[in-house]
């Protein structure tokens, strides 16, 4: 088994600036090598809504992505409003746009941390995750996906394929990568291991990403386990629960679009 590398060793998928960001080309896709993965612009979204800052502790509970056009390697300019701020609730959006055209717009939600006693009925479940031994590759391993580590249990599966993925590259030059980056760009793959199509025949790109977070992720690696539904008319949906070594923790949907090469 190939080691780990270390993050603090590898160039980051951005270069952050206060309203701006520069994705480099090792953010790159396996569409086309000039447009991002979407796991890195959903990691760079997801550390800008977790840092806003809120009247109250909070956690981020949900995000929403929509993929209005391919996102270039290149200068990103970033534009972030909070469009509500509560007691218990806080919501924002974050735009990025290049060369003027806006290409990605999210809303977060954020809720109120509390600590409360549950009856046991309805707590989370906590199911240890022990990290598989046998690696996994992705049909094109470029740009992003060379700096992620996978590995799986069953590699024959078709469907419900369950996947380990630890991203070993730093999505930013100024900020450690969270557990909740990591949770982010690890959704986007709900295509990519749910879709039975043939990737040499098909394209399954996603038009957009929900996240659903009932808890805070822990740790560098996060268990996807991805399916989907490929609908005739040229649409499908991509889908599948995360989990950390703790135990399940959110879900991620995509709306994909479904194309022959």
Known sequence: MRPILK????????????????????????????????????????????????????????????????????????????????????TSEVI??????????????????????????????????????????????????TAVEMRTEDPAAVSRKAVWFHIKRPFLDSQETTPLMRAAATGDYCNGFGSTLDFDVWTYINADLTLHFAREPVGEWIKLEANSWISPDGRGLGFGELSDQHGPFGRAVQSLVIAKR
Do not use: C
Request: proline share 10%.
């Open 7 to 90: 993050e603090e060793a590898l160039d980051p998928y951005f270069y952050r600036k206060s309203d701006s960001a520069i994705a480099t080309e090792h953010g790159a896709g396996p569409w086309d090598p000039r447009m991002l993965h979407g796991g890195a612009p959903s990691g760079l979204i997801a550390s800008i809504v977790q840092n806003l800052p809120s009247e109250v502790p909070m956690s981020v509970t949900r995000l929403t992505i929509d993929l209005q056009r391919p996102v270039p390697v290149g200068h990103l300019d970033i534009d972030v409003n909070i469009t509500r701020e509560g007691r218990n609730i806080q």
């Open 96 to 145: 990025l746009s290049a060369n003027g055209k806006q290409v990605v717009r999210a809303s977060g939600l954020k809720i109120r941390k509390a600590e409360l006693e549950l009856p046991e009925a309805s707590a989370m479940p906590e199911v240890a995750g022990t990290i598989p031994e046998t690696p996994i590759g992705f049909p094109r391993a470029v740009g992003f996906n």
